[in-house]
């Protein structure tokens, strides 16, 4: 902290009134930005453990009327995470869990469907090394550069 607040080894020192001011506008901006950073470094661990919990609360007890409920969702049927409401996927299940926690977004959801959708050459529904080299025939996509999607 007090490298944060100070000029130097003692060699250099502030002498006008001016200077003052802007050190110790500077010092005081220095110790702020130094409890925001030393406070988000040790929420991060007591946030995810306050996250494991609630997943663990909210589906360690998930029973069938539960199950039916969540594989029935408005959430579930509007992210289009369920294919018949009566299964969930693994995958679908862990993005579902990533949404309700805040982890990701629905548009990040939808931003990452675009993608697959504008990599998904055949339209098959699955990525392969085929759809990439389709699109890079076709001069929709240098091999290697996703910045050539158009999305």
Known sequence: MSTASTVGWGDIVVTSNFGRFIFGIYALISAFVFARLLAAF???PIMRQSRRQLLLDTYSQL???LFTRLAN???VRTLGLTDDN???TRDQFT???LIQQG???IDDLNEARAIFDALDADRSGFLSADDLDHLAREGKMAPGFASDLAI
Do not use: K, Q, R, W
Request: negative net charge.
């Open 42 to 44: 040790l929420i991060t």
């Open 63 to 65: 029973t069938p009327t």
């Open 73 to 75: 969702g408005i959430e």
């Open 86 to 88: 009566a299964t969930c």
């Open 95 to 97: 993005l579902l869990v």
């Open 103 to 105: 982890i990701v977004s």
